[in-house]
């Protein structure tokens, strides 16, 4: 099935810092999302994002598809960024089914 | 916005009882998921649904698993006998999967202790 595999595994910054967390995988997809765990475990949907830029507030993110990568980018970082961050992929083929395959995640902690 | 539910939140039980967890997909969805995530683990595929079918499933999802959408809104997830193995996070989730858009919504969450 499809790879992923997400970089740094961890990331500590100071509040105000910039970061960014990549995330490369093996196959075409028909979906990429970023996800954000909050410290009640509850996955939270920062992106859908299988190609393209996209923005929102001090997030952004990136998807070069032909390249097979991502990245989300964190500006001027605040503590409640704090957390483990997911990229998920679905692969494009019908061998992959619709499943959504996650990488490891990237634990990223906001120093204040 | 509409959104994914799903109950209850925490869920505590003993090895070998049955549990099922409960989830309420958008209503104009129509493909289905579980995923687990053991604590300090990444988030895996159990299995999804889609025409009142199981449409695929991954190799966790043995035959103490069983899915089922009972009347037009609850999507569950029943294990028979419960293992230690099986305390875990279980995320439902759904899409709609239409002119080309995948994106999946995911759940709050239920939290399953088995002691």
């Known amino acids: 099935g499809i790879q992923v595999e997400q970089s740094p595994p961890d990331l500590i910054l100071q509040e105000g810092a910039n970061s960014t967390l990549r995330c490369n995988f093996s196959?075409?997809?028909?979906?990429l999302q970023w996800f954000h765990q909050n410290p009640w475990g509850q996955l939270i949907n920062l992106f859908y994002?299988?190609?393209g830029t996209k923005q929102n507030g001090r997030l952004s993110a990136t998807t070069v598809a032909t390249e097979r990568y991502s990245l989300l980018y964190i500006s001027s970082s605040q503590t409640t960024d704090s957390g483990v961050y997911f990229c998920?992929?679905?692969?494009?083929?019908?061998?992959?089914?619709?499943?959504?395959?996650f990488g490891e995640g990237t634990q990223l902690t906001v120093n204040p | 916005e509409p959104e994914v539910t799903q109950t209850p939140s925490h869920q505590v039980t003993q090895m070998g009882q049955e549990v099922i967890l409960r989830c309420v997909p958008i209503s104009n969805h129509l493909y289905f998921y579980w995923y687990r995530q053991i604590l300090g683990q990444k988030v895996e595929f159990l299995v999804s649904f889609y025409n009142n079918e199981i449409s695929e499933k991954s190799e966790i999802f043995d035959d103490q698993f069983s899915v089922e959408r009972p009347d037009g809104s609850n999507f569950t997830l029943k294990i028979r006998s419960t293992k230690l193995e099986d305390s875990a996070m279980y995320f439902c989730?759904?899409?709609?999967?239409?002119?080309?858009?995948?994106?999946?919504?995911f759940g709050p969450g239920t939290r399953l202790t088995v002691t």
């Open positions: 196959d075409s997809v028909n979906n």
């Open positions: 989730a759904s899409d709609k999967r239409t002119s080309g858009f995948y994106e999946q919504y």
């Open positions: 994002i299988p190609s």
């Open positions: 998920a992929v679905e692969g494009r083929w019908e061998t992959s089914g619709s499943r959504l395959t």
